[in-house]
C-alpha cells in the first residue's frame, strides 16, 4: 500500500513539474509572438508559437488600434495553461499612427 501512495505522489509531481514547464513555454511564446505582431510580422507569429509553445497549443492575436494582445494556450492533462502578452504597436505598422497621430515622413 506504501508504495502505491508513493507511486501516486512521485507521479503526480512529475506532472506538476512538467505543467510547470508548459506554463513557463506558453509565456514565452505569447511574448515573442506579441513582439512579433507589434513589428508588424504577424505571419510569423504562428511559426513561432509552433516551435516555442507545448504541442497543440493555440494561438489568438487581437489588435486594437496601436496595440496588439496576444494569448497562447495548451491542454494539459489535468490543467490548461495559459500566457498573454501585450505591446504596443509600432508606429507605420498596420494602420499604427506615430504618437500625436500626425504624419511620419521619412
Not at 514547464?21 to 505571419?43: F, K, M, P, S, Y
Not at 507605420?92 to 497621430?101: K, M
Amino acid at each position: 500500500m506504501a508504495v502505491c501512495g508513493l507511486v501516486a505522489v512521485l507521479v503526480l509531481g512529475i506532472e506538476a513539474v512538467v505543467t510547470v514547464v508548459a506554463q513557463i513555454r506558453c509565456t514565452d511564446a505569447a511574448r515573442e509572438a506579441a513582439r512579433l505582431v507589434a513589428r508588424g510580422e504577424d505571419g510569423r507569429a504562428g511559426a513561432v508559437v509552433s516551435a516555442i509553445a507545448p504541442a497543440g497549443a493555440v494561438l489568438v492575436v487581437r489588435k486594437e488600434g496601436d496595440t496588439a494582445s496576444v494569448e497562447v494556450s495548451a491542454e494539459r492533462r489535468l490543467l490548461d495553461v495559459r500566457a498573454s502578452a501585450f505591446a504596443v504597436v509600432e508606429p507605420g505598422v498596420g494602420g499604427a499612427q506615430a504618437a500625436g497621430g500626425g504624419r511620419r515622413d521619412g
